[in-house]
């Protein structure tokens, strides 16, 4: 995942969250999009390569081009 500092590009979302009432809320953040993280950051290796992982409400803003 290439990254500068704290951004990094989205390459895949997950399906969202679930509410109290068990409706998926759709995610914001779309591939591609440029996010600045403030949290944890998970770093897992896939065929060699490292792909960050991160949750949504530790994005603390990101850019779409």
């Known amino acids: 995942v290439p990254n500068s ?3 990094f590009i989205v390459k895949d979302v ?13 995610m ?3 591939v591609g999009d440029i996010v600045a993280v403030l949290g944890k950051i998970f ?3 896939f065929h060699g ?6 949750r949504s409400v ?4 990101y850019c779409r081009e």
């Open 14 to 26: 997950g399906p969202g969250f679930l509410n109290d009432k068990g409706e998926r809320l759709p």
């Open 28 to 30: 914001d953040i779309k």
């Open 49 to 54: 390569t490292a792909y960050n992982i991160a």
């Open 58 to 61: 530790d994005v603390i803003a």
């Open 43 to 45: 770093t897992v290796y």
């Open 5 to 7: 500092g704290d951004l």
